[in-house]
């Protein structure tokens, strides 16, 4: 018998979610879903930053093949244009998970991130195409994760992006 809030802080009891994490943790023994939603902190802020600067070696070891290709040729796009990206983190300020599966034996997890963002594409003669350089951002996006379970690998790819949208932009 597990304590009534065992998932405390990511699900709450007897939700569909709950009962995810409790199948996963049962098929993966050493899984909490603490460990991932920090490490998915992490990896957010990097995926973001290195797609901004067109960091394909980054992003290689980070992302699923398909979701690397999708990457790979928005910034193939942005340097054929002669575009820069610039991004700074302002802050995550939170991260949600917000699904959770065991298919197959792989681990699926989605997060919804809520973060601020200031992001801007210059073209060649620096003018800004998209974005602003300085508007912070609102940023809400949902991203799933998935590893294979029982594997002594213990990385995640990222498998699917979505956006939430941008709620509002503060001057």
Do not use: C
Not at 31 to 42: L, W
Not at 107 to 114: C, D, E, Y
Request: no cysteine.
């Amino acid at each position: 018998p597990f304590a009534t809030d065992r998932w405390k802080g990511f699900a709450t009891e007897g939700s569909p979610l709950a009962g995810h994490l409790d199948e996963i943790a049962d098929y993966e023994k050493g899984f909490h879903p603490k460990d991932f939603v920090s490490g998915a902190r992490a990896a957010y802020e990097m995926i973001v930053l290195a797609f901004a600067q067109g960091d394909r070696d980054s992003l290689k070891n980070l992302l699923s093949h398909d979701v690397f290709e999708g990457f790979s040729a928005a910034i193939a796009e942005r340097e054929k244009r002669g575009e820069v990206m610039t991004t700074t983190f302002v802050s995550l300020d939170s991260a949600e998970l917000v699904d959770a599966h065991l298919r197959d034996g792989m681990i699926q997890l989605s997060v919804k991130f809520s973060s601020k963002l200031i992001s801007a594409t210059k073209d060649s003669a620096g003018t800004v195409v998209e974005g602003a350089p300085d508007k912070i951002v609102d940023v809400i996006d949902i991203w799933t994760f998935a590893r294979q379970a029982r594997n002594p690998n213990p990385n995640w790819h990222l498998i699917a992006t979505e956006s939430a949208g941008t709620p509002d932009t503060h001057a």
